[in-house]
Structure formats: structure tokens, C-alpha cells
């Protein structure tokens, strides 16, 4: 399941705005003495939505919207329990300055100046990170969201000789590795580059996971990160995450990783295994091209390995077990982690089904066969 948690939020938070009349707009200003950053969706015909976080916590609060008869927009907040908890009355001054009020629910009234956030003016200090670089294009509210992350190493650990260093984020309390300056890789800092991008993206997931009915309290999403691999040659790690930033139900998914610690290249699974010839990624070719490799000749095959090692059976009712593991379409794109014994999968189910999601090992010797051509290390 690579990268799922980051897709979802990906889509939910930095959706593009751009055909017919919808436009997001963001905002800078205060509240009372308190600065924040503002984001207004506008959808045309009346049909608003917007949050904000202040600049002190950095946490997504989401508002509902309602229109006034005198042309006043109302933004609140609310839970189960209190009608309203904090409420923004605007007005609109011109396209993108906005003033009003705040007041929360005892009738507390504060002042709200709001005006177009001018991202020439942000002092990012991590602008040579390819991922704030994306964010600056498309996601400006995380662009100055992350111009305010503290970063602290906390702790060291240590896995079969070699030492990772640990940092914590502040706003966020989210929790990850580095490669020790201790070690000898000779692509310790493009790699360390990479796992930084990897923390800032937690970061902003975390403070970005937000829902209508509770105040975003930067635990919305549970993160472990565990190392799996690591010798002279590649470093394996993998990244799971529980989360619920509002709908329906909470979630899960885990992504591993793989580096070579000479290039700093990041493998994908397919870079390792190979079924046929026409084995491709999607970086690669196209989701087309990569798509129909896996549904052709990788689920199939790692299907048929799991069946025989783990010697799975279709269940008699699917309805009662739907942990149908012999189903080869939940082959299709399992999450994995590169580890001493050889590679283990998780399947992904269909949403009702997550609980069938354990994970199963193919050992080395076994795959052995499949190993891509062009992946230089022996499967061990």
C-alpha cells in the first residue's frame, strides 16, 4: 500500500481548484493578537468551505458554512453536544480581504482582519526540499504551515551494527529516522534528504488531520516506523500508520521502503521481483503499462508462491470468512517490507474486509528465481 495515508490526504487537502468557478483562496491575519492562516474554498454558486490553523499550533481546525440574509459569511465549529463552539462572522471587504468577528460559544468577541498571504514574505528555511517545493506550488497553506516545524533529534538506535538517529517534530509530536553521521554510507546525506521529506510529509499529514466534530489535537494519526533491513549495501524500513481525519470509519496501511546506501536510490517492489519481462513501475512507463503488469503476471504468480508456502484455501463461505487469500485481485498492489528473511506482503482487501490485512512472508530462497535482472544485490 505505498504511500496510501499520503494519497488520501493528498487528494483530501491540496484538491485542485481550478475548472469552472472554484477557487481557493489563503488568507493571513489575526485573530484578537493571534496570527493565523486561513484557507476559503469558493465552489461558486453560494456553496463555501474553509479552515484555518493558528500560527502558534500549526493544527487544522475545520468550519462549517452558512450564509447570513444580509450577506454576512458564517464559518463554525461545533460538536455533538455545544450548537457551536467558535463562530466566524465576515465580511467581505474586497476579493481577498475579509473582516469581522470570532467569538466562541460564552459570546467571547474578538476582531478578524484577513488578507491575501503574500508566500514571497514566508522564510521557509527548508527550501531545498523537493517536497516543500511541492507544497509551495500546490499547497501554499502547508508551504507556510511548514515554514514554522521544529525538528529536535531526541534518541539513538541501533540495528545490526549500524545506528539511525531519531527526530521529533514539535507541533506535530510525530517521530522519525535519520541515518547516524556516524555511519559510512556514501549516500548518507542524499538519503538522510529523502527521510526528511518523509518526516516533513508526517508533519504536515498530521497537523493537516483535522474533522468537523473534534478539534484536531495532532494525534489523529498513530505512526511506527520500524527498521527491517540493514547491512553494507541497503537500508529497509517500513512506515505504518493508523489514522482518522473524519468520514466514515478510521484506517490503516503500511509502506516500506528500500535504499541503496551507495546510490541513495529508493527501490519499488518491482525494481526486486520480476514476473515477465514486460515488469515495469509507474514512475517508469505509465499506470497503464504498470497496471496491466501487475494484473497479468505479478498477482498471479505471488498468488500462486503464497498459496503453496502458506497453503491458503479458498473459505466455503465467503460471506461468513472473506479472508479469500487464494483471490488473486488482492495481490494486485500489497504493501511489503524488504527484511533478513526474505520479503512479506500484506494483501488489500476491499474496505469491509481490511480486518483479513496480515501480512505473510516469502522467503528469499523463493523468490529467488523472480529476482529482477537489474536489482545488483543478492536476495539474502
Known amino acids: 500500500m505505498k504511500n496510501t495515508l499520503f494519497c488520501l490526504l493528498f487528494l483530501c487537502l491540496l484538491f485542485s481548484f481550478s475548472s469552472g ?74 476579493t481577498t480581504v475579509f473582516e469581522g468577528i470570532w467569538k466562541d460559544s460564552k459570546n467571547k468577541e474578538l476582531s478578524v482582519s484577513l488578507h491575501e498571504a503574500d508566500l514571497s514574505q514566508i522564510k521557509n528555511p527548508f527550501l531545498d526540499s523537493k517536497y516543500i517545493q511541492q507544497l509551495r506550488k500546490e499547497a501554499p497553506e502547508n508551504f507556510i504551515r511548514s515554514s514554522y516545524l521544529v525538528f529536535r533529534k531526541d534518541t539513538v538506535s541501533g540495528y545490526n551494527g549500524h545506528k539511525a538517529d531519531w527526530y521529533s517534530e514539535k507541533f506535530s509530536k510525530t517521530s522519525f ?14 538519503i538522510n534528504k529523502k527521510l526528511f521529506d518523509l518526516h516533513l ?50 484506517d490503516f496501511g503500511s509502506t516500506g521502503y528500500l535504499f541503496d546506501l551507495h546510490s541513495g536510490k529508493e527501490y519499488e517492489l518491482d525494481d526486486i521481483i520480476a514476473f515477465d519481462k514486460s515488469v515495469t513501475t509507474e514512475a517508469k512507463t505509465n499506470f497503464t503499462a504498470y497496471s496491466a503488469y501487475r494484473s497479468n503476471f505479478f498477482a498471479p504468480n505471488l498468488a500462486k508462491l503464497m498459496i503453496k508456502q502458506h497453503q491458503f484455501e479458498k473459505p466455503k463461505d465467503e460471506e461468513e470468512d ?6 488473486v485481485e488482492y495481490w494486485n498492489f500489497p504493501s511489503w517490507t524488504y527484511t533478513k528473511e526474505g520479503i512479506v506482503f500484506t494483501p488489500i482487501f476491499y474496505r469491509a474486509a481490511r480486518s483479513c490485512e496480515d501480512s505473510f512472508l516469502l522467503l528469499f530462497k523463493t523468490l529467488m528465481p523472480y529476482k529482477n535482472k537489474d536489482f545488483k544485490y543478492q536476495l539474502k
Request: with cysteine; aromatic share 16%.
Open 21 to 94: 468557478q472554484n477557487k481557493r483562496y489563503i488568507l493571513e491575519g489575526n485573530i484578537g493578537k493571534s496570527p493565523v492562516v486561513f484557507m476559503l474554498d469558493d465552489y461558486g454558486n453560494n456553496d463555501l468551505s474553509a479552515k484555518y490553523f493558528y500560527k502558534s499550533t500549526l493544527r487544522d481546525i475545520r468550519l462549517e458554512y452558512e450564509k447570513a440574509k444580509n450577506g454576512d459569511l458564517i464559518f463554525s465549529f461545533a460538536d455533538t453536544y455545544i450548537k457551536y463552539k467558535e463562530k466566524f462572522v465576515l465580511k467581505r471587504k474586497s
Open 322 to 327: 472473506p479472508c479469500d487469500y487464494t483471490n
Open 177 to 190: 529516522m535519520r541515518i547516524s553521521a556516524t555511519e559510512k554510507s556514501e549516500a548518507k546525506n542524499v
Open 201 to 250: 510529509e508526517m508533519a504536515i499529514n498530521q497537523l493537516s488531520c483535522s474533522n468537523y466534530s473534534a478539534y484536531n489535537d495532532a494525534e489523529g494519526i498513530d505512526y511506527s516506523t520500524s527498521i527491517s533491513y540493514w547491512d553494507s549495501n541497503l537500508l529497509g524500513f517500513s512506515n505504518f500508520s493508523s489514522y482518522f481525519c473524519g468520514g466514515a470509519h478510521p
